[in-house]
């Protein structure tokens, strides 16, 4: 079954799994597989002044909507793009006096558009809202009660004289945005700043080694460069060869988990129970729990002691990190290193996260020698994990490679950052703003590499002056979020 733009894949149904995506020709890395506008979506509630209601894009200054003073926009274009989606939810806000939650105003949008088009095939979709899972059968008793909550608060945000839905129906959409909300990203994908409903994506199958991954395009609104106009959307991307027939397949949680874990947060988010060739034979899990090798290979309790201690020191981590204790963090991660570096291997996740933490909390108090270290330790053991096409593979690359030339170590730098150009031309595609952003780090880092080739002394002369009168880009503060995961739910 093919539809708008759609003619690429099929829906077929798979035993066991339900529903799923198929190619319909051949794709290599890189490729475009469909790219899908949302079916509704909405800003996160802490961030409704601050992002783009129209394109998801992060802003200094908005616009605000004069009528209901609770949406803002880039601008006209974008303002002019949101008001068939905003219109009933404008004069909704007036009457109830405030905005609801994301929850409550994702579920009203996608009822007004049922209401404007009815709840058959939209176009461009391969199936209809009334056929998304909603997974509400498989509800614990506190799902049950907030989805209880949740309806109440809409029928009290829904106007009257909108059309009325039935309360299974209005359960039915809280349950298909429970299970397939899609995470949105400002321009950067480096922060979740909404939620959107994506009918065709939903079809893609979950596998912990998948052969697509998807990427949010914030599109381009610019009213005076109208012919390169391009709408808000999801891509499916192809991260290795896909053959006509072949199941197209996303991963819904991060691969650095052993496959007892991923296999709990999925039964516990998504309600199935992961079959995939990694979990089956735990494929990577010696690697997640290496330890030292050798003559003085440590004793099993010792190795339990010191996974114990990394946890422990993670939560404490977790603590210091909230309440903006960087110091703090940085004493933790080099007393948790101390202990785990004579036990564990190279590719232990525990070690992985403390370095990964290190590095990113030692870049942003600028101790770049340090935070270089930490950082090509975690890249080397994410290679050996990964798979080489995956975008937080890329993205953590990017970051070692942004550390090391911060701490003059341009050779090591410029190598990182056009490893992790390689990984995001594939995950990301060249006209992502964060691709955009490496290839220009990619073309000055040649450049200084060149100049540190032809003569060091110079080269180290010409960076000390230039970083004299420049102010240093003083890194992102570290966030306590992880990067943002494919699917939302709510917590």
């Not at 829906?11 to 475009?32: I, S, W, Y």
């Not at 961030?47 to 605000?64: M, P």
């Not at 321009?187 to 009918?199: H, K, N, S, T």
Request: proline content about 3%; some cysteine.
């Amino acid at each position: 079954m093919t539809k708008g733009g759609m003619e690429s894949v099929e829906v077929f149904t798979t035993e066991g799994k339900g529903r799923g995506l198929k190619a319909q020709k051949e794709f290599l890395p890189g490729d475009v597989i469909f790219a899908e506008p949302a079916y509704a979506a909405v800003v996160f509630d802490s961030l409704t002044h601050v992002i783009c209601h129209t394109c998801f894009k992060r802003q200094e200054r908005l616009h605000r909507c004069g009528q209901c003073k609770f949406a803002y926009y880039c601008d006209r274009t974008c303002q002019r793009a949101a008001w068939l989606n905003h219109k009933n939810e404008c004069s909704a806000i007036k009457r109830h006096g405030k905005a609801p939650s994301e929850n409550i105003r994702l579920a009203a949008r996608i009822l007004w558009k049922i209401e404007r088009e009815g709840s058959g095939l939209s176009e461009g979709c391969l199936v209809s809202i009334d056929e998304l899972q909603n997974h509400v059968d498989s509800f614990g008793e506190e799902e049950k009660k907030d989805l209880r909550t949740d309806v109440e608060s809409f029928l009290e945000f829904w106007p009257p004289h909108c059309q009325q839905f039935g309360m299974q129906f209005i359960s039915h959409i809280f349950g298909v945005i429970s299970c397939n909300g899609f995470t949105l990203s400002d321009q950067r994908g480096l922060q979740a700043v909404g939620v959107g409903i994506f009918p065709n994506l939903c079809q893609a199958n979950h596998d912990c080694w998948p052969n697509c991954t998807v990427v949010f395009n914030n599109g381009n609104h610019e009213a005076v460069r109208s012919m390169f106009h391009t709408q808000m959307r999801i891509e499916l991307r192809a991260l290795s060869k896909i053959s006509p027939g072949d199941e197209l397949t996303v991963s819904y949680v991060d691969f650095l988990n052993l496959s007892e874990e991923r296999r709990k947060q999925l039964k516990k988010q998504y309600y199935f129970d992961c079959t995939c060739e990694h979990c089956k034979k735990q494929l990577k899990d010696d690697l997640m729990l290496a330890v030292k090798g050798g003559e003085s290979k440590p004793s099993a309790d010792t190795v339990k002691e010191v996974i114990q201690f990394s946890k422990d020191t993670l939560e404490k981590i977790n603590k210091a990190r909230m309440e903006g204790l960087y110091h703090e963090v940085v004493k933790l991660c080099r007393d948790c290193l101390k202990k785990q570096e004579p036990v564990l291997g190279d590719t232990n996740i525990y070690l992985l996260r403390i370095l990964s933490i290190a590095s990113e909390v030692l870049s942003y108090l600028q101790m770049f020698e340090e935070a270089a270290d930490y950082a090509k330790r975690m890249v080397d053991g994410y290679l050996k994990i990964y798979h080489p096409n995956n975008a937080q593979l890329g993205m953590a690359v990017m970051r070692a490679g942004v550390t090391h030339w911060h701490a003059g170590l341009i050779e090591a730098g410029h190598g990182l950052i056009c490893k992790a150009y390689a990984i995001l031309l594939i995950t990301h595609g060249p006209s992502h703003p964060i691709t955009k952003d490496l290839e220009a780090m990619r073309v000055q880092t040649e450049m200084e590499l060149r100049l540190f080739q032809q003569n060091e002394f110079m080269y180290y002369k010409m960076r000390e002056a230039a970083l004299k009168n420049q102010k240093i880009q003083v890194m992102p503060e570290p966030s306590n979020e992880n990067a943002p995961s494919l699917f939302h739910k709510k917590e």
